[in-house]
């Protein structure tokens, strides 16, 4: 069964290192989708991505924050200057954009900043 | 602001009863309803979604959904020691933008399931 794959599965980098986590979407997906947990909370939205732009972000996603589809099959996520509030679980998600749109979710990136 | 919210827990159920999970809603406009589940430490996965006023089953799975009420429930029949997990509410926003919305997520529920 197809499923989305994240790399690495944990980043460790210092406060003011940029840092990238990448995602590979369900290959036939329209809509790609970045997700966040810190620790003992809830899973927050970052951002959505079609047609190789922006759909929607949310309000954590600041300046700090961009995403890319640098080729057919890769979904990046840059974080520019870690601070060590971005410490959390990153998950990938993707969507084929049909019925209910439903979302299936990555194994998740474990960042750690210090 | 949209909220989804749900009770922590944790919820214990002895084996091979049904657990009843609730998730409530504030966004009237809310349209659609996913169930996930999470492991710890694991990512969430999609059990089931709802969009309709009633019933949905699936295997030993029932959503059920009163926009009414604002209510959203999920049962787990024959519960199992592998049904052990966080089960997760969420919605996308009111005013649908299709593929686009990001989901908004309850705390969820830390579900027992007692051999």
């Known amino acids: 069964e197809p499923e989305v794959t994240q790399t690495p599965s944990h980043q460790v980098t210092q406060m003011g290192q940029e840092v990238i986590l990448r995602c590979v979407p369900i290959?036939?997906?329209?809509?790609f989708y970045w997700y966040r947990q810190i620790l003992g909370q809830k899973v927050e939205f970052l951002v959505s991505?079609?047609?190789?732009?922006?759909?929607?972000k949310s309000e954590i996603f600041d300046d700090q924050f961009s995403v890319e589809r640098p080729d057919g099959s890769n979904f990046t996520l840059k974080i520019r200057s870690t601070k060590l509030e971005d410490s959390a679980m990153y998950f990938c998600?993707?969507?084929?954009?049909?019925?209910?749109?439903?979302?299936?979710f990555g194994p998740g990136t474990r960042l750690t900043v210090t | 602001q949209k909220e989804v919210e749900q009770n922590s827990g944790p919820l214990s159920v002895p084996e091979g009863a049904i657990a009843s999970l609730n998730c409530t809603y504030s966004?009237?406009?809310?349209?659609?309803f996913f169930w996930y589940r999470q492991y710890s430490g694991k990512s969430p996965e999609l059990i089931m979604f709802?969009?309709?006023?009633g019933d949905k089953e699936d295997g030993r799975f029932t959503a059920q959904l009163n926009k009414a009420s604002q209510y959203v429930s999920l049962l787990i029949r024959d519960s199992q020691p592998s049904d052990s997990a966080t089960y997760l509410c969420?919605?996308?926003?009111?005013?649908?933008?299709?593929?686009?919305?990001?989901?908004?997520f309850g705390k969820g529920t830390h579900l027992i399931i007692q051999p």
């Open positions: 709802i969009y309709s006023n």
């Open positions: 966004d009237r406009g809310s349209q659609s």
């Open positions: 969420a919605s996308p926003p009111g005013a649908p933008g299709g593929g686009a919305d990001g989901l908004t």
């Open positions: 998600a993707s969507s084929d954009g049909q019925g209910a749109y439903e979302q299936y």
């Open positions: 991505f079609y047609n190789n732009e922006i759909s929607e």
């Open positions: 290959s036939n997906h329209l809509y």
